[in-house]
């Protein structure tokens, strides 16, 4: 069996581009918890705080990993239609972050698993690095991403003191 994760989907033929990078975006605000809450178990005292931090940065690297593919796959999804020049450049430059973000969870893994002290005072500053990229990224995917827009409810089917939309609400939230 490979080691090799499935990404989740991003994008398909005919799928919604801003649906996609909101979908990255929700994994980037992910990440950034990871390691952040990675740099706060860490910097703690006890060897079990820190141990757990080493856990969350190595789960940090795997998110950064998937999210990484996902945006190559992205990427080049946007190559392969006609798409605005400006919004292949931002995916680009999200691209760019993403790789970055993923070498320094990378390095922090490898140094925190390392045996010496220096090793591992290296591992925590590359750990807030990585916490700083992972915080870049995820805002800029945020503003990289058209809000999304909702139907406007239909009201006029809804009378203002309609007894049986009153009845059936009632009945829906009764105790049971």
């Known amino acids: ?29 992910q990440l950034r918890a990871a390691t952040r809450a990675a740099d706060h178990f860490n910097a703690l005292d006890t060897l079990e705080d820190r141990n757990t931090g080493s856990w969350l940065m190595s789960c940090a690297l795997a998110l950064s990993a998937d999210l990484a593919s996902d945006i190559d796959g ?15 450049a931002r995916v680009s430059a999200l691209r760019v972050r993403t790789h970055q973000l993923h070498a320094a969870a990378r390095a922090a893994d490898h140094f925190l698993d390392q045996d010496t002290h220096e090793d591992r005072d290296t591992g925590s ?52």
């Open 1 to 29: 069996m490979s080691d090799q994760s499935t990404p989740a989907r991003t994008a398909v033929p005919g799928d919604d581009i801003h649906q996609a990078l909101r979908r990255l975006g929700s994994r980037a605000h």
């Open 74 to 88: 992205l990427a080049r999804s946007l190559k392969e239609r006609p798409v605005d020049a400006a919004l292949q």
């Open 125 to 176: 500053w590359l750990i807030a690095t990585a916490s700083s990229l992972a915080l870049k990224l995820a805002s800029e995917i945020d503003d990289n991403t058209v809000p999304a827009r909702r139907q406007a409810l239909d009201k006029t089917s809804i009378e203002p003191h309609d007894a049986g939309l009153a009845r059936r609400v009632a009945a829906a939230t009764a105790p049971v």
